[in-house]
């Protein structure tokens, strides 16, 4: 004798033989509008499971923001490099396009990265220096990973385009950098926006 099955839906959970009920992938039911009913329940329980995990990544998000703005100690080696790679070399190799390599004079290409003068290192990771537009400028691919940056073409490079005197100046901005404190939470918002006061440098 054939078995009788339960219909799907939890408020009608009526039982009937299984060959007269409708089969479908999300399971048996006594007809249509059973199976409709199910359906939709199921769909406004994924939405709202959607929105209350939604909530809680936004709830989570809110306390370890809190606790980096509270505790500078907190902001990961992530934060630091976000700020690097999405917010500040785009402005440079915006800034430089059209222009040589800095260190090799190469001509400008698409494929140019926004090479540091002063690599960053474990000494200046947390440090407003690593974001400094004056130690920063649009270097080829082959300088900036080849050549670790070549230090010697981008000094030559810096004293052409600027003159001695701004390596005069990132000696003092090194100088500066070594008596300041780490940056904080809002410091690398303020970088973000472009509002963060950088020594010798006029915001606009």
């Known amino acids: 004798m054939p078995n ?3 219909c799907r839906h939890k408020p009608c959970g009526k039982r009937d033989y299984e060959d007269t009920m409708l ?3 999300l399971g048996a039911f006594c007809n249509f509008d059973c199976a409709n009913a199910y359906t939709n329940d199921k769909q406004v329980k994924q939405r709202s499971d959607a929105k209350l995990a939604k909530h809680k990544r936004a709830e989570l998000m809110e306390k370890k923001t809190a606790i980096k703005r509270s505790n ?3 902001l990961t080696q992530s ?4 700020v690097q790679l999405s917010y500040v070399n785009p402005k ?3 800034r430089d396009k059209g222009l040589p390599c800095i260190s090799c004079g190469a001509p400008w290409s698409d494929s140019f990265q926004a090479g540091h003068y002063i690599a960053i290192g474990s000494q200046w990771r947390r440090s407003w220096l690593r974001y400094h537009p004056y130690v920063i400028a649009g270097q080829c691919q082959n300088c900036n990973l080849r050549k670790s940056g070549n ?3 981008y000094a030559l490079g810096i004293i052409k385009r600027h003159g001695t005197e701004r390596l005069e100046l990132i000696a003092e901005l090194k ?5 300041s404190p780490p940056l904080t939470y809002d410091d ?3 970088i973000k926006k472009g509002d963060y006061k950088f020594p010798f440098v006029e915001n606009k």
């Open 188 to 190: 690398l918002q303020a």
């Open 151 to 153: 230090g010697e073409g």
């Open 4 to 6: 009788k099955r339960k």
């Open 175 to 179: 100088a500066l950098a070594h008596k």
């Open 23 to 25: 089969t479908v992938p």
């Open 92 to 94: 440079i190799r915006e």
């Open 79 to 82: 934060d630091f490099s976000k």
């Open 72 to 74: 500078p100690s907190q």
